[in-house]
């Protein structure tokens, strides 16, 4: 939670810009402009319940990425977003002809890749926005689902090398993101925004869909 509170006092602060007006204005024509930056944000734990006793509990993690858009107008854009984060988790499974349940703990890899589209409310510097994603997660449990496999070769500068490789459970998901947040265009050069939403996973497995809590702070270079 310590986390999660970090982030919402980044977006209170730019929330309060809003009340400033147009005294901290600096460019609010977007129109025909590019947005590329970074993100830092802070991805909600999440409990889930199985049959039989079974289970999965992820932690809360911050994680990093990158991020797009193309201004068409002043209030809409339409772009991209790719980030990760390795969460620790614990899952918990029932044995078919084993009634003692068996636990795993270990650190997820995600992979995020959505594309966006964005509504800002208002047409100056400074105005909350809704903002809409469609894309894949990949989740990687890192555990290994074979005995691994060595190839060799030989490299140019460090001669004769042999390596293992191991094959991991994974799976890639269809996801949804819905977020709102405020923008403030700092100047003609950098902006920044923060967010509030959710990243939601397409289970497809007859079980309800896996919701994570976001907030995200993103810096952008405007050109």
């Given amino acids: 939670m310590n986390k999660h509170r970090c982030l919402t006092a980044v977006v209170s602060v730019l929330a309060s810009l809003l009340a400033a007006g147009p005294a901290a204005a600096q460019s609010g024509d977007r129109?025909?402009?590019?947005?590329?930056?970074?993100?830092?944000?802070?991805?909600?734990?999440l409990d889930v319940g199985g049959r039989e006793g079974s289970g999965l509990d992820i932690d809360s993690e911050i994680g990093y990425g990158f991020w797009g858009n193309y201004n068409f107008t002043n209030r809409f854009a339409l772009g991209f977003e790719f980030n990760w984060v390795r969460p620790d988790y614990s899952a918990t499974f029932i044995p078919e002809d084993d009634p003692d349940p068996v636990t795993i703990d270990h650190t997820l890899?995600?992979?995020?890749?959505?594309?966006?589209g964005t509504f800002n409310l208002l047409e100056g510097p400074i105005t909350p926005y809704v903002e809409l994603g469609f894309g894949w997660t990949?989740?990687?449990s890192n555990v290994a689902s074979g005995p691994p496999v060595t190839g060799c070769w030989w490299d140019p500068w460090w001669g004769y090398i042999c390596s293992s490789f191991f094959s991991t459970y994974s799976e890639t998901l269809t996801s949804y993101s819905y977020a709102g947040g405020i923008r403030w265009d700092i100047n003609q050069w950098f902006g920044l925004r923060g967010s509030y939403g959710i990243l939601e996973l397409d289970t497809a497995s007859g079980t309800e869909n896996a919701e994570f809590e976001m907030l995200k702070l993103e810096l952008s270079?405007?050109?």
């Fill in 31 to 45: 129109a025909g402009t590019w947005d590329l930056g970074v993100q830092l944000f802070s991805q909600g734990s």
């Fill in 138 to 140: 990949d989740v990687d």
């Fill in 109 to 116: 890899s995600v992979f995020n890749l959505q594309g966006k």
């Fill in 221 to 223: 270079w405007r050109f």
